[in-house]
């Protein structure tokens, strides 16, 4: 039988994985691929990769066309009134989410045209695109992680389900973070004309994301980070998986 900390710790368990397996395959898959192709892989390792990040981001499925188009917007306007989620437009981190989520909604639906520049070379797997959007894969989602803090919680440890909030809105909540802090927060390496900032210790908590002056400067490097105390987390992998023939990195432009 399972005491009151097994459960703590499970739960605590389950809250974090989620959140950094979503997150990874967020910033591996829709960011460093889809977006930026700072990668190639076969065609293989890309359907492999595409059901992971389907399977571990869960309720909040990003589309990788859709998350790349409005990715690259982000760079050609980053912190003008063109740029979909600049802070600097917004009074709060909530309309800025509110503004994402439409702006992304728009490119997932093709109601909105796209310059021809930021068209093209992102992966695409209609099925996965269909089931991953979708209302009633977002919802069994949900359930399932509803479900295992209702089997798991213990009577008088209700306040645990204030954390269901999080597993269902991972992805836009990753986004916001980012985009909130990474161009509020922090410092500046480089002059890149626009606000761009890197927010350390905290990068490491998005593993990378908030590097983002860094990433602003050279948009096509693989690791994020450039002084000798900027740790990104994720690059290390990606050098394993490129040893490993999984991807092969491509030299930043």
């Keep these: 039988m399972f ?22 395959f967020q910033t591996f898959f829709q960011h460093r691929y889809a977006s930026h192709r700072m990668f190639t892989m076969s065609k293989t390792w890309e359907r492999i990769i595409y059901l992971l990040a389907y399977i571990f981001e869960g309720a909040s499925f990003l589309n990788p066309r859709a998350y790349a188009l409005m990715h690259r917007e982000h760079h050609a306007y980053s912190d003008t009134e063109k740029d979909p989620h600049s802070p600097h437009f917004f009074t709060d981190i909530f309309q800025l989410m509110k503004s994402t989520i439409i702006t992304f909604r728009d490119h997932l639906n093709r109601t909105k045209d796209p310059e021809a520049r930021f068209q093209g070379n992102y992966p695409e797997w209609p099925l996965i695109d269909r089931i991953g959007s979708s209302i009633a894969s977002r ?19 209700e ?48 593993l990378g994301e908030l590097f983002q002056n860094n990433h602003h400067r050279y948009p096509n490097s693989a690791n994020f980070g ?3 105390f900027e740790v990104d987390p994720v690059y290390p992998i990606m050098k394993l998986m490129h040893m490993a023939g999984i991807i092969k990195l491509k030299k930043a432009i």
Excluded at 139 to 157: E, N, Q, R
């Design 226 to 228: 450039k002084k000798w």
């Design 3 to 24: 005491n009151t900390f097994d459960i703590y710790m499970a739960i605590l368990i389950f809250f974090i994985a989620h959140w950094f397996l979503s997150l990874f």
């Design 139 to 157: 919802l069994l989602f949900g359930a399932a992680y509803t479900w295992f803090y209702i089997a798991f919680v213990p009577a008088g440890s």
């Design 159 to 206: 306040w645990m389900y204030l954390l269901l909030p999080i597993h269902y809105l991972m992805g836009p909540l990753h986004g916001a973070i980012v985009n909130w802090c990474g161009h509020k927060y922090g410092y500046s390496n480089f002059d890149n004309n626009d606000k761009s900032k890197n927010t350390t210790p905290f990068d490491l908590l998005m």
